[in-house]
């Protein structure tokens, strides 16, 4: 990561709520033909979430702590602040010495930039402003919330924006948090009802339309120079399994997520 840092453009693309099942599922099944593409050997890694709900999660991975292997370890990070006694930073892992890395990045150069999705990243109160207040650059708005049947969409438009309008030489960390996944969902699935609720179907249809529409993304962030992508779920959720219902619970559902991390080589 020591020569990434410097030298690419930096994605973290959150698929906020995804369960680590459905999208090993999916693609199996080829129903994620854009991020299948790009995934190593077609296929999700297993991880563990540093946090059950996506407040816990994020503040984790701002810090460097990325979702861990679901093997026993250690595991060296990508990237970790300055902490002595750390047995997960290795030669290859980029040290930062500010409080988290958005900031870390920021002083190496980087443009900061938070496309948010869910709650906590609306600017609308103070809880919602801490997540994207670490970022130099901000956005969000209704269309890009879970309310929203069309939210992704929206949110890679910002994005395209965003990469549109910087300088050439700047380097662009890009965070976009994907909202379409979480409650509710119901709306992906034709013939699905809002008094039928949200189902692992629901789910999984919320998927299908978020690949439906990453290839843009992926082709704004590599139209300038190479860009290092990191895909990921912040925690997963339950739709009544062993009886529970959502996340922040200690369930295998929640912690369990898929995870990948590629180069999406230039367009140009």
Known sequence: MNEVVGRDDLLLLTLDTLRHDVAVELAAAGRLPNLAA???GGTWERRHAPGNFTYASHQAM???FLPTPATPGPHPRLFAARFAGSETTADRTFVFDTPDL???????????VCVGGVGF????????SVLPGLFQ??????????????????????AEKVV??????????LFLNVSALHQPNWFHLPGATREAGDSRATHAAALEYVDAHVGRLFRAMSSRRRC??????????????DGYTGHRL?????????????FLEPTV
Do not use: M
Not at 102 to 112: D, I, M, Q
Not at 228 to 241: Q, R, W
Not at 250 to 262: A, I, L, M, N, R
């Open 164 to 173: 549109a309008g910087l300088p050439a030489e700047q380097r662009l960390f």
């Open 250 to 262: 200690g369930h295998d559902c929640v912690w369990t997520v898929p995870y990948s991390h590629f």
């Open 38 to 40: 790009h995934l190593p």
């Open 121 to 128: 990243f609306n600017k609308q109160g103070a809880l919602g």
């Open 137 to 158: 650059e901000s956005h969000w708005e209704p269309e890009f919330g879970v309310a929203s049947p069309t939210s992704f969409e929206a949110q890679v438009a910002r």
């Open 228 to 241: 290092f992508a990191i895909v990921c779920s912040d925690h997963g959720t339950a739709y009544g399994d």
């Open 102 to 112: 958005v900031s870390g990045l920021a002083a190496r150069g980087y443009r900061t």
């Open 62 to 64: 701002f810090a460097g």
